[in-house]
């Protein structure tokens, strides 16, 4: 990323098998005073799976995965109710995740992109999927995680052992507590269906298109708002165009089309300032995580690539890629009514002039489903997730740009311009969005007010938690909890 981080690979690496090489590896680090990072899949935007002269701790040959139908958390009471869940070793992905709860009947709530972290850097930072609203985010769908801490013990954490460290690892940030070598997550009723929305509203002036993005703000908190829907939209770069990218759950297109009317007839009525161009599809859930026939699907056709491995093609947009800037913004649903509505439409579109602006409702929690939200309150997440209504990102970006790579250099000159152009924008949608906060694996590199922004009230207790468990602060990473305490020498 521009001025933040370059990817450098670590001097040494242990490639873990178990839980005892993670052991292994943090026993001699925190002997010989050598700095560590822990990579499951190297997904981060800050580069905090990277870190010069260190000691790479690699989870990735770990893909051990096992579905429970009687799951009970180590050192419960007698009678606690067994649930059904998913156990994931470190390094497996989304996508085997979920294939293996397909498989069962069942769904976990992870991430959209198939290849993050299915037990790492995602639920430790909190994370959010297409359908957040009606299941919690990552961090609250945890029941038991099993981590090596600075100490080198292998400790076994939930609700009833050690819960303060539990509360801490959902949601305060990977890198920062210990090293996770498992974790079990809770595991729904597989949904009926999942639909999806696509197409575009085009406006054909710059009056129309301010007017579009505020009937769109408008709508949402009394039609999508709610555990049915996720996902958002795209205001692209400079041109009058608002993509739809909106998921739904359970709903036959008769009946989301429906949801959609009053905010698309009107529109649709007036040739002249718009043109509308929509599709709903459903599927069965259970072809989900099915590649076979759609176009969205890109197949893995490297040698060696587990069968059936693909990605979504909008995530294989950012292979490759050089940020020039990046960064994220929650929305308070307050700000989504009246004249804050208004100010913040004005706000968005001047920042579609200069920077993509990507809207997801599921990435914030107002309007959540009452037992995910139960759940939610029971993580370290910023509070101020529970009081929004979406979350905004805004990058620019080029792809295959590698520093220090010949013939990839990227261009600084085009970096400073993006950066300069997503700054802008994220200034404009911050000064509209006031206690909006932001999100610890998606939010600005830069930001100085990163505790408030990131934990918000619960950064006080994060950090004295950290202090407790990893006192010489062993594991630290770019804006993580404790990362601007003392660190021990050796
Ligand atoms: C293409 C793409 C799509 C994304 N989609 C989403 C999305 O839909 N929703 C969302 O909320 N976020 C999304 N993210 C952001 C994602 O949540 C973060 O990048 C997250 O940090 C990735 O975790 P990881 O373990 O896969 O990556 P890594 O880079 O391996 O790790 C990320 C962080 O977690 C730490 N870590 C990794 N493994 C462990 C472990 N076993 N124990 C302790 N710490 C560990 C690392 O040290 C690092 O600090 C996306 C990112 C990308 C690049």
Request: charged fraction near 20%; charge should be neutral; include cysteine.
């Amino acid at each position: 990323m521009h001025r933040a981080w370059k990817s450098v690979p670590s001097d040494y690496a242990v490639a873990c098998e178990s839980v005892d090489d993670i052991k292994a590896a943090v026993d001699f680090a925190r002997t010989h005073g050598v700095r560590i990072a822990v990579k499951g899949t190297g997904h981060d935007y800050f580069g905090r799976s990277c870190a010069p002269d260190s000691l790479l701790i690699w989870t990735h040959p770990m893909r051990e995965i096992t579905v429970h139908q009687a799951f009970v958390p180590a050192g419960a009471p007698r009678g606690t109710t067994p649930v059904h869940a998913v156990t994931t070793s470190a390094g497996n992905r989304w996508l085997e995740a979920y294939r293996a709860a397909t498989a069962a009947g069942r769904y976990i709530q992870g991430g959209g992109c198939t290849s993050v972290g299915a037990c790492g850097g995602f639920a430790l930072g909190g994370g959010f999927g297409s359908y957040s609203k009606r299941f919690g985010s990552g961090a609250a769908g945890v029941l038991e995680i099993e981590v090596v801490t600075a100490d080198g013990r292998i400790r076994t954490v939930n609700r009833f052992q050690e819960p303060d460290l539990f509360w801490a690892l959902k949601g305060g940030g990977g890198g920062t507590f210990g090293v996770v070598s498992r974790m079990t997550l809770l595991s729904h009723p597989i949904p009926r269906t999942d639909g999806w929305l696509s197409g575009q509203v085009t406006a054909h002036s710059d009056a129309a298109y301010q007017e579009l993005i505020q009937r769109y703000l408008e709508f949402v908190p009394g039609a999508i708002n709610n555990a049915d829907w996720g996902e958002g939209v795209m205001w692209r770069k400079g041109v009058n165009e608002m993509e739809l990218m909106t998921a739904f759950l359970d709903l036959t297109t008769a009946e989301a089309e429906a949801v959609w009317a009053p905010l698309l007839d009107p529109l649709r009525a007036r040739p002249a300032d718009f043109t509308v161009e929509t599709s709903f599809t459903t599927q069965p859930f259970r072809d989900k995580w099915n590649p076979v026939g759609k176009s969205g699907a890109v197949m893995d056709d490297r040698p060696n690539a587990p069968d059936g491995y693909f990605w979504w093609r909008g995530n294989g947009g950012e292979v490759g890629a050089y940020w020039g800037g990046y960064a994220g913004r929650g929305i308070p649903l307050a700000c989504l009514s009246g004249a804050k509505a208004e100010r913040l439409a004005k706000a968005i579109f001047a920042a579609s002039r200069t920077s993509l602006v990507l809207w997801q409702t599921n990435k914030a929690l107002a309007g959540e489903h009452p037992e995910a939200l139960r759940r939610d309150r029971q993580t370290s997440l910023n509070p101020a997730v529970f009081h929004n209504a979406a979350f905004v990102t805004v990058g620019d970006w080029v792809q295959f740009k590698y520093p220090g790579v010949q013939g990839h250099e990227p261009d600084a000159a085009l970096a400073q311009t993006q950066m300069d152009g997503v700054n802008r924008a994220l200034r404009l949608i911050t000064a509209a969005t006031p206690g909006g906060g932001s999100y610890t694996n998606e939010g600005d590199f830069f930001e100085r007010a990163w505790k408030s922004e990131f934990w918000g009230s619960n950064y006080a207790r994060l950090a004295r938690i950290k202090s407790e468990y990893d006192p010489d602060n062993l594991f630290r990473v770019h804006h993580g909890v404790g990362s601007d305490m003392p660190v021990r020498s050796v």
